[in-house]
């Protein structure tokens, strides 16, 4: 496919060396997407007919609620991640994947980590911080598994013959450094048995939800988004040093946002947020220029393949940061705090976003790296539309409904059950979207799991065939002595 | 499989893509810069600068201390409460009733209820000797324990004794407070036989 | 950038800075406070919750009630009105200058100006803090929320999601505890058009014992929502402790960070 032969090993052997990684990591990672959409549309249901879950505990809406936000971003979204970023760090350093069983042992620890996390959720035992519902002992599964497979990813880095980077690099690289740090913080100082006091922990809570959901999948998203797009559109990407910019501004001014402008703090505090989302602009402006460049004049039909996935998904990154500018700003956060503006804004990252990119790469990099095209090749371009529709109509309704929500709420002449109602309508428009995307991420999962039992069919034949074949060539010699004997 | 392999012409070496060495625009970093600006100025103007009592919508501690509600009747009486039982009521009791051999009764003693100008300079100044209280003899040593006091608090706490527990005097006013210190400033502590001397 | 270290570096560099600013600088700020003085009183606040309400707080937290419920009350500004105490010696000239002037909705410097001028008729004013916003506006708090509010609270739940009121205040809005009961068994009962789930399984139906009698917990509902005849609703412990820390949420002293001078409420 690749034809080039002048490095240490050849592309193939590269891809396949990631091959049972990645397997363990997006396999796991397509299940918890198809579950975690799955328990989105229960909970949401809540408010078609609030009397549906009204005697079972397990899908009342503060867990089901939870529970789908945690499967999404820590059942799919980083493993996904992790997975693409393995892949792209060996090619990118043309070397096989180093210690390749140390992310195979780490994705079985983490995904283990993710039901057990799940498990308490519905059961009641949550932490009750947004975004880090798991109880410790999940917490501690997931900080040990990121860290053997950041062992290995660092290690496929350091094997490149190549020493320069690539931008790439950086932003992936970057992630690897975020998560470990934001994670251990806020666990020690929020999930211990002496936290800290008082509204600090909500300080930190938003600290680390704005670095988790906002930066880090943005460091990542962005960082495949700049391979896959000149790869894909044949250019170059455009430029070097404007990347490099992004990714400044981006950790820069990407780590202060988070704090809500009317929270009970300080008000140092939601300034320092306020102008900090101000200065997001800078690296959102940056990205789409870059985005923009490298894909205009690229005479690349699309065809709802992976170029139209990472295309939208780069798209719909923007429209979320511009989102998260503008709740942040003081005027329009009045209108827009508490309201489902914000719900919109993260699942539009976390969904529209980076589930879209992460789709595109790994129909991408999946059929080289086994080394067979996909099952159900035509499943690419129906999730494509499923998709994009779905999240046009999730996130846009509950945008669109949110504010409308908040004009209600600021006017305390109105009463508050017409803010509820005015919300309904979208509420419904964006449940129809979600089915939308819980559809296509079945089709998702039926290709992943699809390539995967054909892998381990093959293998298992193979296999076969190597036990069977001195037991076959035994029977012939015995027949033929038996020959012999009549014979003589 | 798809269309895209086929038209992916490798850019750099092994298919991987390369990045071009264009330089950054200049109209990005003056959109920063512009940024930075406006961004400065707005949280120079609502950030309260770190103090951790300043909350929005108040802009600065300034304006929060501007804002807070001064002493009408009823809050001078609180403020004076306040300082009575941080201050006096360990001695002289919560209940204004005294303690035998620390602190005479305040509740119906002549003293708090007679004038103003004799009563601030014990706080002000101390008391020892031996001294009548509704009847009762006591010898002991008070330290002046409203010299620290601002004169507003003091006021408040000679308001508060002079009205509670049944006695029924005058408000004292923290002017009033004021003009007894600049007379008595720097005086030793007074004796019980001066004190009966003093002007009401 | 060249190699791996100066991505670490950048990394270090931008995460430490916000790590220092909102983790190290909240943790110094707020995360060593202790009680705070409420303004003219020797009161401190807050009380620490204690028994049911200590262990309704985490039902509350097992439950998610703060997916759709914020607990934190927001002002918009803050205003001075000018309250005439006495008339004085010339109660007409006092009420005629009163009529001219605007006495609601100033700023400090000019209710002063106007106390000023109505002391100098010989009236005496008090100047009243009141804290404006919408949320105040619809009684959902008297003041906005600060730090203190949350000081014994783990974990702290603010919310973030108005899907249901806010709840900041409702053991001062909501006082009676059968009425927080019955809104958890059927919402709809005591709120028209309420669109929150029953949590009918915080509680049980069950049949009133032979000989008549219903249990002293049993819940008492308006005409139209009562269960079957012979039957009576009775709290679970885990609905007890949610009532009792729905009833514990009350944030209405005036702090200095959040002033407001108190109003005696008529009878």
Redesign the interface.
Known sequence: MNPTETNHFSMSEVDASCRVPLLALFGGAALWLVAGLALSLAAIMTFHKPDMFADCPFLAYGRAQAAANDLLLYGFCIPAGLGVMLWIFSRLSQSELVLPLVPVVAANIWHLGVLVGTVAILIGDSTGFAWLEFPRGSSVLLFAAFLLIAVSAVATFGARRNRELYPSHWFLLAALFWFPWIYSTTNLFLITHHPVRGVAQAVIDSWFSNNLVFVWLALVGVGTAFYFLPKLAGRPLQSRYLALFAFWTLILFGAWCGVPQGAPLPAWMPAASAVASSFLIVPLIAIAVIACKTVCGANVTCKGGPFCYVKFGTAAFILSGLMLVASACPQISRATEFTWFGPAQAQLQILGFFAIVMCGAIYELLPRVMGFVLPFPKFVRLQHWLFMLGIVLWAGSLAVGGVEQGMKLNNPQTAFADSTAVALIFLRAGTTGLLLILLGSLLFAANVLAMTLKWKLALLKSLLAAVKAPLEAAPASASLRRDQEVKS | MNDEAKSNCPTGTGGEPSATQSTVPMWIFIVTLLLLFVGAVYFDHHSGWFNAKVYSPYVSAEQLELYQPKSGAAAAAAQGKKVYETVCGICHGVDGMGKPNQAPPLAGSEWVTGGFHRLAQIPLNGLNGSLQVEGKDWNLNMAPMGANLSDADLAAVLTYIRTSWGNKAGAVSADDVKAVRAVVAGHPAISAAQLKDLPE | ????FS??L??????G???C???L???K?????KQAAV????DTYPLQRTGNATLGSQVY????????H?E?V?????V?DVVL?AAGKKPTVVSNLVSTLKLTGLT?EEADAVSDKIAAAGGSV????VASG?DI??GWGIR??????????????????????DLANVGARFPDLNWQLVHLYA?QAV???????????LFEVRKINLGGASSPDALQFPKDFAPPAGCEVVPSPEAKQLAAYLLSLKADA?L??????PVMTKP
């Open positions: 950038m060249k190699n791996g991505v670490f950048a990394v270090f560099i931008a995460l800075l916000s790590w600013g909102f983790v600088g909240s943790v700020q707020l995360g060593t406070a303004l003219n009183s020797s937290r097992a439950n998610g009630c703060a997916a759709c914020t934190q927001r002002q918009d500004g803050v001075c105490t400090r008090e100047t009243h803090i919408a506006a619809r906005r929320s600060v730090a203190a509010d949350y000081l014994y609270d783990h974990p702290v739940q603010l919310g973030s999601l108005r899907a249901g009121p919402p709120v028209k058009n309420s669109a929150m789930p029953p949590f009918r399984f005036p200095y960070e959040a002033p407001f001078t």
